[in-house]
T-cell receptor
């Protein structure tokens, strides 16, 4: 079954404790992306990746890191989480079309709370 | 950021009525995509319309794109209670080899049985 998986689904942590949210897709997609969703703000793109070892900042990259060492995986790293990073996080993947991205396939989301 | 903006923010209709949601954006795009989200769950893709297309259909969904006005609309015909969800538009744009995708804040649709 074609899917994007994220782990963990729920996480409560404390300020400053490094964490990683994993994302994996089994569709051989070149494009992968992380979003955060906050009430009243919609989805905002954090980072995206066009392919292995190619990453770029989205609209809200501060406080986050990513890596793309393998095509299927795109982990999101919070080196020193702060309470303003409490949010619902989504990973997504897609093919790349000529001149743009294709349909995004979304993971189920990770609800992160930073105390 | 050329964030798309949906209008209205919230819409409440009776089952069987049509629902229309609009999306406006600021700069040139390659394509525009509509997604649906049920309360706190992952987004599900509905329709992708390219910048050289004006209208697309999928079942009870109809999407139009007017690049001169930088706007798009999503029409859901004969709505059902199961259509209750939030709907988002996302604009795809590229520049200098990058492919950023920007979502709007969404329209929350409530379909009353």
């Amino acid at each position: 079954e074609a899917q994007v998986t994220q782990n963990p689904r729920y996480l409560i942590t404390v300020t400053g404790k490094k964490l990683t949210v994993t994302c994996s897709q089994n569709m051989n997609h070149e494009y992968m992306s992380w979003y955060r969703q906050d009430p009243g703000l919609g989805l905002r793109q954090i980072y995206y990746s066009m392919n292995v070892e190619v990453t770029d900042k989205g609209d809200v990259p501060e406080g986050y890191k990513v890596s793309r060492k393998e095509k299927r995986n795109f982990p999101l790293i919070l080196e020193s989480p702060s309470p303003n990073q409490t949010s619902l996080y989504f990973c997504a993947s897609s093919l790349i079309l000529a001149g743009g991205t294709d349909t995004q396939y979304f993971g189920p989301g990770t609800r992160l709370t930073v105390l | 950021s050329q964030q798309g903006e949906e209008d209205p923010q919230a819409l409440s209709i009776q089952e069987g009525e049509n629902a229309t949601m609009n999306c406006s954006y600021k700069t040139s795009i390659n394509n525009l995509q509509w997604y649906r989200q049920n309360s706190g769950r992952g987004l599900v893709h509905l329709i992708l319309i390219r910048s050289n297309e004006r209208e697309k259909h999928s079942g009870r969904l109809r999407v139009t794109l007017d690049t001169s006005k930088k706007s798009s609309s999503l029409l859901i015909t004969a709505s059902r209670a199961a259509d209750t969800a939030s709907y988002f538009c996302a604009t795809g744009h590229s520049g200098a080899g990058s492919y950023q995708l920007t979502f709007g804040k969404g329209t929350k649709l409530s379909v009353i049985p």
